[in-house]
């Protein structure tokens, strides 16, 4: 079959399945398949960083490929299985409909529903919701010398599907990227700033194929600090020719280790400020995510910096519900769906997908989703439980929320109190008085107080 009408045939079927068609890193990679290349000879023929087609092209594509086919699409089995998919989609139907059911069982359920919304979402996946303006304002920051971008949020509200997105612009751009989950890190290094500050320079040492040498630039007597910005500024910096983006993902697990933390964060505005005088230091672009419910356990002295550029992820309008809405199947073009959704959860990005997911998927109705989301039958119950859990820990943030979620109308309360459940997602603010932040907290948290 010719392969540009294999192609379209693929396309058509992305398409159908509520997906989209095939981009044009995609297509590098199959013309690449069919020529048996590497992912290196593609990627560097086409001007494209290898580790983006490994990494990030590839594992999209076949993910993609193998909701549509229902069978698990590799590259090595990529060209037979496209192949015998296209013939059977170009092949007249002549087959009587009761024989084509028994050969052909559906698979709508299995293999082109949504996937479960857990954690961030894939990159180009149909159920992301861009937020132009503010991807916009980052994809211009990094362009910056020296820039610092901080991307903050309470759990759940999309920090990380946002992060995945400008390290993919950034890789467009030709930069270097290094992304850093410091939920992966032991606690026994998190614990301590020489250990951790070592793992941070080894670690992007290797992710640009440099040799650690580390022992080479740790001097005792000049401490770890220290040590560590020359490992930067004469080892690292000094062997890359384009900018470098280290995006440091979940910071707020080093705030459970304040010692750590006094030092870390200072150590990061200090690299900030060195770009401001020496040219070497401003190919160094920083990206900081971290979750804002950590603020719960801090002093309010001890919050992260105040520098660089700050993007705050807020809660989902109802036109952007809609919108998704109508991506996951659902006919609520009349808008009281979002409506009564919204008026629930308030928008919330992980509670929103998550309602959708179960509404798609013909589970549960509306009515009954609405009706069961505060108890402990709901699909909202884990969620609740956390939050529950961290009140639990505070008797005096527990005792403030209860004010709020009973009281009829917005209330004042102390202002770091107010803080603290602002920035766990659990109140609205109108000026400096708070009111609950969604009816599911309203209800649930209600019930909690009286028993």
Not at 140 to 165: F, N
Not at 238 to 261: G, Y
Not at 348 to 371: C, D, F, G, M, N
Not at 415 to 442: D, F, N, V
């Amino acid at each position: 079959m010719n392969l540009d009408c294999l192609f379209e045939i693929v396309d058509r079927q992305l398409i159908e399945s509520h997906n989209r068609p095939l981009n044009s890193a995609e297509n590098l990679i199959l013309h690449g398949i069919w020529q048996y290349r590497t992912y290196n000879q593609m990627a560097i023929e086409a001007g494209y960083s290898p580790g983006y087609f490994t990494n990030v092209v590839a594992p999209e594509l076949f993910g993609r490929l193998s909701e549509v086919i229902g069978q698990r699409v590799t590259k090595k089995n990529c060209r037979v299985l496209l192949e015998s998919y296209a013939i059977t989609k170009e092949a007249p139907k002549t087959i009587p409909k009761r024989q084509d059911l028994t050969q052909f069982p559906p698979i709508l359920n299995q293999d082109t529903s949504p996937c479960y919304p857990s954690g961030s979402v894939p990159l180009d996946s149909p159920f992301y919701l861009k937020r132009s303006y503010l991807e916009e304002q980052v994809y211009q920051e990094i362009k910056k010398p020296g820039a610092l971008v901080r991307i903050k949020a309470p759990r759940e509200m999309g920090k990380t599907s946002l992060l995945l997105r400008i390290l993919d612009y950034a890789n467009l751009q030709g930069y270097h990227i290094i992304r850093l989950n410091l939920e992966q890190v032991e606690q026994t290094i998190l614990s301590d700033l020489n250990q951790l500050l070592r793992w941070l320079c080894a670690n992007i040492a290797r992710q640009l194929q440099l040799q650690p040498m580390l022992d080479e630039y740790w001097d005792e007597d000049l401490g770890s600090k220290v040590s560590c910005t020359v490992y930067f500024e004469e080892y690292l910096l000094e062997s890359i020719h384009t900018p470098l983006i280290l995006a440091l993902d979940d910071v707020n697990h080093i705030f459970e280790h304040p010692q750590v933390a006094k030092d870390f964060l200072p150590l990061l505005r200090s690299w900030y400020e060195e770009a401001k005088r020496l040219p070497i230091w401003q190919k160094l672009r920083l990206l900081v995510v971290h979750s804002t419910d950590i603020y719960v356990p801090l002093e309010l002295n001890q919050s992260p910096f105040n520098i660089g550029l700050p993007i705050q992820l807020d809660s989902f309008s109802q036109e952007e519900v809609e919108q998704l809405a109508q991506r996951y199947g659902l006919n609520w073009t009349d808008g009281e769906g979002a409506r009564q959704l919204m008026t629930m959860v308030g928008g919330h990005p992980a509670l929103v997908h998550l309602a959708l997911y179960h509404l798609a998927r013909k589970e549960i109705t509306l009515s009954q989703l609405l009706e069961t989301a505060p108890t402990a039958s709901g699909i909202y119950f884990h969620h609740l439980q956390r939050h529950w859990a961290t009140l639990r820990k505070q008797p005096e943030l527990a005792q403030a929320f209860d004010i709020v979620v009973n009281a009829n109308e917005a209330v004042s309360l102390d202002p770091i109190l107010t803080h603290k459940l602002s920035s766990m997602g659990l109140i609205k603010l109108s000026g400096t008085q708070a009111i609950a932040g969604c009816e599911l907290y309203r209800r649930f948290f209600t019930k909690k107080g009286e028993l």
